[in-house]
């Protein structure tokens, strides 16, 4: 290889400046034709992407973060569709067609169908005097003044620009749609932030025969039996009526270890941290997880207390990451 490393670095950070000055070419160049863009997508009874090539595999995301974020989109393919899948397309649908030229066979021979199908299409087009921009309701114009391959061939620029434009209308519609975190939960209910947003403490924590309980006048050494018993890496201090007053912790018992030779004399009260940080069972995962994690000291297991502050569970760090397996 006749190339330093030097000269790779700078070529890498040429291309992505040609990709960024695009970004920034698109930003300036949106207009009115975005706006309807946006209207004909939240009228629409259903969405349906197509491309062909390189515009395909954009298509492909875009249809994709459309329906993450709730609406009715499905990809199909340009060919495919001219070989039966576009029955797919009815009356008061929308189809975003993406095409770099405007010309693409494919996508040429299309259009008519669509029309015929009574179907409104948006483009996310590179030439704006294509038959492609000319034929389409909406065209958002997507153009490049060069590829960033060292060949101005190969679609990179103009690909990042077609993906920035879903991305725009992706981010629009979830703004205009009052788009939450519970409802991007909603649609990813397997996925860690979506747990994190439906489950609840009481689903995953500890609670009846598995919660490790002591109370504060019983020894240090009973402490650690029933941590090592009940495998939770802590126990909960309760007095008399199971409200809480502490807890110990795997960590507490290496400190004392360091700091006492003899523990035999050791009550509970005496290492037990008071207090504790604590969280109810009706508290979403995502807010335990950020009762452990948003501290200057973070911690790996919380008590889980009722209203009266009585323990009735535990909940740990790896309960929360496990939930999502």
């Known amino acids: 290889m006749n190339i330093s490393k030097d000269d790779i670095l700078k070529f890498a950070r040429e291309t992505l400046q040609i990709e960024i000055d695009s970004l920034v070419q698109l930003q300036k160049s949106l207009d009115v034709s975005f706006v309807r863009a946006i209207e004909y997508i939240l009228d629409a009874r259903k969405i349906i992407v197509s491309g062909i090539g390189k515009s395909g595999i954009i298509g492909r995301k875009i ?19 001219l070989h039966g899948d576009i029955g797919i397309v009815s009356k008061d649908d929308l189809v975003i067609l993406l095409s770099k030229s405007g010309s693409t066979e494919e996508i040429v021979q299309l259009v008519p169908f669509l029309k015929n199908r009574g179907a409104k299409i948006i483009s996310i087009v590179g030439n704006p005097n294509s038959f492609l921009a000319k034929e389409s309701d909406v065209s958002i114009i997507a153009q490049v003044e060069r590829e960033a391959c060292p060949l101005n061939i190969v679609p990179t620029s103009s690909a990042m620009v077609a993906l920035a434009v879903g991305d725009a209308l992706a981010a629009c519609l979830m703004k205009l749609k009052n788009f939450t975190l519970e409802d991007f939960a909603r649609q990813h209910p397997l996925g860690q932030l979506g747990r994190n947003l439906i489950l609840r403490v009481e689903d995953v924590m500890h609670k009846d025969n598995h919660l490790p309980l002591i109370k504060p006048e019983n020894s240090f050494r009973e402490a650690v039996i029933e941590i090592t018993n009940k495998k939770l890496g802590c126990v909960c201090v309760v007095d008399d009526n199971q409200k809480l007053k502490g807890i110990i912790t795997d960590g507490d018992v290496r400190r004392t270890l360091q700091r006492f030779e003899d523990i035999n004399q050791l009550k509970v009260s005496d290492v037990m941290t008071p207090n504790p940080v604590k969280v109810h069972p009706s508290a979403l995962l995502g807010e335990a997880l950020a009762l452990m994690e948003q501290r200057e000291s973070q911690i790996n297991v919380l008590p889980v207390v009722d209203d009266e502050n009585k323990c009735i569970g535990v909940i740990r760090l790896h309960d929360i990451m496990r939930s999502s397996i």
Do not use: E, K, Y
């Open 63 to 81: 249809a994709g973060t459309l329906l993450s974020i709730g609406f009715p989109c499905v990809f199909m393919h340009s060919v495919d569709a």
